[in-house]
């Protein structure tokens, strides 16, 4: 039918099935500004204005807005400098959202722009509350909605004609290294709580620098403000055909017979494959370095399922709904079998064997007999004699969740083969370099075949550290020789994708009268699902990461007692895998919590009780003497330690001594207020092995092409390799053109995972920026009449390079002069980096809780971290990082949870029944930087991405024990837990 649109005030008309929705139309023509997420609309990603009100385009059809004005975040502004042709640039909302670092993917920015433009041209002054609201219908997964919601009321007083009263982006805390006026600190009341400022508590080394430390808008953040086609699916490309999978029904079953020949008959269908038509290669999904440390257990598709949700068949159709329809046609014959839903009866000894191919390879101790995909024993110290110097053991279980990753653009891949015959790969994935690589034997081609592209991606958490699908458009592509998009509904999100582990941990703790712990001890029996994919990594950093943190006193702190033994184990349900923390957040529920039951009832003071057994600076690292995740340990030494200062700085934030022990805090009728703290401690890269390259040119004006294996996955990366680059070369951040992650162009990296972009591939970039440095510096002398050996003596600032006596000459000048005039070069330097070390960034967390004692709600009223991730190379997206994190951690917390039933099917397949956290539902949020120098790193940094996972939970479930004195051993601490644990107290 013909259907007439006004979008953006123009007129289109278009030739589409009636039921082509508003999303499918607009997409179609070219707006890609607007997004999909999911079927429902319940993400929002799909948000435009119909005659200025907000709906999704997702759940109306075409037809609908016929007669109706739509408009989409195109419509709102651009770039202002065209060329030759100006424009009025930017929209306030645009505008405030790039300098507020509101952007993190971006996936879900322009629904948020054009929400928060409808709420302003109804109310130009609206409150921080209806801002919430306003935008309470579009989710977003990285933020914490934090900034977004600054950057609304920012672009409010904007448009209103006022100066915005939200002063310096940064609360600068110089200690004793300087003055610094301070930032106004007291903005209009309406304002209220939204205008907290990351604080940062600046070391030394900081003070003179132009770039690093400072809060620099993203690089890509103009780009993602308007909508532009960014994203993996923003492509269109003539023939493109529509990739479906069919997914099992069952549990565990064999695949007696297949037969698609009714959906080969169907019109419009190209390909249907299925076990029989593909190379039997045996692999691992887990996107990590070679060799993988983990089984190899997985096919393309296989005779056997082994989950709710695992591979049938794939189909490549026109259109997604000719798609649709084939998978139903496709007739399958089931031997079912009997299924492991709960991890307790994995290793049982009548336990049907869930893996029981000839082609499974094992690696370290797995045992596809025993169902074990990963069996870990690790023994620091004397564990036994630590008990027995104990004057109370204490001893008790604990659980955490499966959880989702909920990043808001779904797994998608389009694949088609070049002009050159080889098979380009555009993929929202964390790891391009890894795709490459294990592709090459599962699709049959070399690798030099194979190009893996990355653009942008909408949120990633480590669920695209995964090589999930890009099998599934390859092998389509490769069937049908034509372009293949293959995008995840979100119901596949929830069956078919990965998760994070969860597990049944105990703990075992000896401690002394004085607070000293003697020994401890976990045990964790972790769930991988169906297939083992980070199996072995993902639970050994749960010892790992958390346990080490906490090594004793005195002569026990010389040489601790730690133990820690786990079980991984294959069940029938989906698989779980990468996500944000790695396995960290698993390991500081139990033990965090375990520490605070063991204050209270020995009458210690919990926060004097943790720093009493905390690790210190220049001490080992206990467990990199005894484990490195199946390779030979490696002993390092722990150089800075902050975790005193951010006690100090949180405590005072969140008015600890105020609070804490306080009756009247507590009381609130029927509702009891409390406060809790855990301490927490991460990883920054694998040591020896995470590796990430650099190159960097100079061109004809001066500025810089940077080059860089590392992926943007919304954290800011590109923005932060171009400061570091920048500050070493002397120019400011515009000059430096960052292009990230594509396999024919730029460097190796091993990719976005373990918190290592900043450290890793941040050195690579110094490094490069270095070799380029001292090219300028001796054309330089040449053009100065200096004599080589004075180039070490020339300074690099401010786009010059300028020598003893005063003179200089512009990068512009020694560009063309390299370039076009004598002895030409091209200015140029290739650097890697593979770091020796893991320095670990610390924090501790605090959380205020309210509880309501009648129905077991609890809310969770503030959260404040304080960190220690060394030098921060830019506030701005570092503390969107904590932010974000907090948000994805206090889901763990209070309410997010993925079950399945005696059969293994998901009750959670959709974002209504599982609840990812809007703007309006969020708790006050505070971030503190405590830097320390980090001596490992050129400008001092250490992690900051995953840290924010793991203290908010153990934080919540301590500030629930001292609302009503009552433990919560699992989580989430949902209203029917909290309840229940009140009544059996």
Request: aromatic content about 6%; charged content about 25%.
């Amino acid at each position: 039918m013909n259907i007439t649109l006004k979008i953006n005030g123009i007129e289109y008309i278009i030739d589409a099935p009636a039921s082509t929705t508003l999303l499918a139309a607009l997409r179609g023509l070219g707006f890609h500004g607007v997004k999909f997420g999911d079927e429902q609309g319940l993400t929002g990603a799909d948000t435009v204005l119909l005659d200025g009100k907000p709906v999704n385009a997702g759940s109306m059809l075409a037809a609908q807005a016929e007669g109706h004005a739509v408009a989409t975040i195109e419509s709102l502004g651009e770039h202002p400098e065209q060329g030759w042709r100006k424009t009025d640039g930017l929209h306030p909302l645009q505008k405030a959202f790039v300098e507020s670092g509101a952007i993190q993917c971006g996936y879900c920015t322009p629904a948020q722009i054009l929400a928060a433009k409808s709420l302003l041209e109804k109310n130009p002054k609206p409150s921080e509350d209806e801002v919430r609201e306003a935008i309470s219908g579009v989710l977003c997964r990285c933020t914490g909605y934090l900034k977004p919601v600054q950057a609304v009321l920012k672009a409010a007083a904007v448009m209103r004609g006022e100066t915005p009263e939200d002063g310096e982006a940064v609360n600068w805390d110089l200690g004793n290294w300087g003055n610094r006026p301070e930032a106004p600190n007291s903005p209009s009341d309406q304002l209220t709580n939204v205008m907290t400022k990351p604080k940062v508590v600046l070391t030394s080394e900081t003070q003179t620098w132009k770039t690093v430390g400072k809060p620099e808008k993203k690089v890509d953040a103009i780009k993602l403000v308007q909508g532009k086609p960014a994203f993996t699916a923003d492509i269109d490309m003539r023939g493109m055909l529509h990739a479906k999978v069919l997914h099992s029904p069952h549990a565990h079953a064999l695949i007696k017979n297949i037969d698609a020949s009714k959906a080969l008959a169907l019109k419009g269908v190209v390909s249907v494959l299925t076990w029989k038509d593909l190379p039997r290669v045996v692999y691992s999904t887990a996107g990590q370095s070679d060799p993988i440390p983990g089984p190899l257990d997985a096919f393309s598709l296989d005779h056997k399922v082994r989950f709710v949700g695992d591979r049938v068949a794939f189909v490549a159709a026109e259109t997604p709904e000719i798609a649709e329809q084939a998978l139903a046609l496709i007739d399958v014959e089931y031997e079912i079998l009997p299924a492991i839903i709960d991890s307790r009866d994995a290793m049982k000894p009548d336990a049907v064997k869930i893996h029981d191919e000839p082609e499974y390879v094992n690696f370290a101790d797995s045992n596809p007999d025993k169902n074990l995909a990963a069996h870990i024993r690790i023994d620091i110290g004397d564990v036994n004699k630590g008990f027995a110097e104990a004057d109370e053991i204490f001893e008790a279980e604990y659980e955490v969740p499966k959880v989702q990753h909920g990043h808001i653009e779904p797994h998608v891949c389009v694949t088609y083969w070049d002009e050159d015959d080889r098979l380009v790969i555009r993929t929202s994935t964390q790891v391009p370099f890894h795709v490459r690589r294990m592709m090459a034997p599962v699709l049959g081609l070399p690798v030099k075949r194979i190009r893996v592209i990355k653009p942008r991606i909408g949120g990633g958490f480590g669920g695209k550290q995964e090589v999930l699908m890009e099998d599934v458009a390859a092998h389509l592509t490769i069937a049908t020789r034509r372009p293949v998009i293959y995008e995840y509904t979100r119901e596949e999100e929830f069956i078919a994708a990965r998760s994070r582990h969860p597990m049944r941990v105990k703990m075992k703790t000896g401690v002394k009268k004085d607070g000293t712990i003697t020994a401890n001890e976990m045990y964790a029996l972790s769930d991988t699902g169906a297939y083992g994919c980070h199996a072995l990594t993902v639970t050994g950093n749960t010892g790992h990461k958390s346990m080490a943190l906490y090594v004793g006193d005195g002569e026990y702190r010389k040489a601790p007692n730690i133990r820690f033994y786990a079980d991984v184990v294959y069940t029938n349900t989906p698989p779980a895998g990468a996500f944000r923390g790695y396995g960290v957040p698993q390991g500081y529920w139990p033990l965090d919590r375990h520490l605070e039951k063991i204050a209270r009832a020995m009458g210690f003071d919990p926060i004097e009780f943790r720093l009493k057994n905390a690790i210190r600076p220049g001490e080992y690292h206990p467990f990199s003497t005894a484990w490195n995740e199946g390779r030979e340990p490696r002993p390092e030494i722990i150089h800075t330690v902050g975790l005193e200062q951010c006690v100090a700085q949180g405590k005072a934030a969140i008015g600890w001594d105020q609070k804490f022990g306080n009756s009247e805090f507590h009381k609130q009728g029927t509702k009891r207020k409390g406060i809790g703290v855990a301490m927490v401690m991460q990883g920054t890269a694998i040591p020896y092995l995470d590796m990430g390259g650099a190159s960097i040119k100079m061109n004809d004006d001066g500025s810089f092409n940077m080059l860089v294996g590392a992926t943007d996955l919304g954290t800011g990366s590109d923005t932060v390799l171009a400061q570091m680059a920048a500050e070493v070369l002397g120019v400011p951040i515009d000059d430096m053109i960052t292009y990230s992650s594509d396999t024919d162009f730029t460097p190796f990296d091993v990719g976005a995972y373990a918190s290592s972009t900043t450290y890793i591939s941040g050195t690579a970039a110094v490094k490069a920026a270095q070799i380029v440095a001292e090219r300028i510096k001796i054309r330089a002398t040449m053009m100065l009449d200096l004599p080589e050996s004075e180039a070490a003596n020339i300074r690099l600032v401010d786009r010059k390079a300028m020598s003893p006596d005063g003179r200089s000459v512009s990068f512009a000048d020694i560009a063309l002069h390299a370039l076009h005039k004598a002895n030409q070069e091209q200015i140029m330097g290739v650097a890697s980096y593979v770091s020796p070390v893991s320095p670990p960034p610390f924090a501790a967390q605090f959380a205020e809780v309210t509880v309501d004692t009648e129905t077991g709600q609890v809310t969770v009223d503030k959260l404040v971290m304080a960190v220690d991730s060394g030098v921060i190379v830019n506030p701005l997206t570092a503390s969107g990082q904590i932010e974000g994190g907090m948000m994805q951690a206090l889901g763990y917390a209070v309410s997010e949870e993925m079950r399945y039933d005696s059969k293994g099917v998901a009750y959670e397949r959709d974002l209504e029944r599982y609840h990812l956290l809007r703007a309006d539902e969020m708790p006050e949020l505070e971030t503190i930087f405590v830097e320390t120098f980090e001596p490992s790193h050129p400008f001092g940094v250490k992690a900051v991405a995953e840290i924010p996972m793991d203290g908010v939970a153990p934080a919540v479930g301590n500030a629930i024990l001292d609302a009503i004195g009552v433990n919560v051993d699992v989580n989430p601490t949902t209203p029917e837990r909290v309840w229940k644990a009140i009544k059996h107290q």
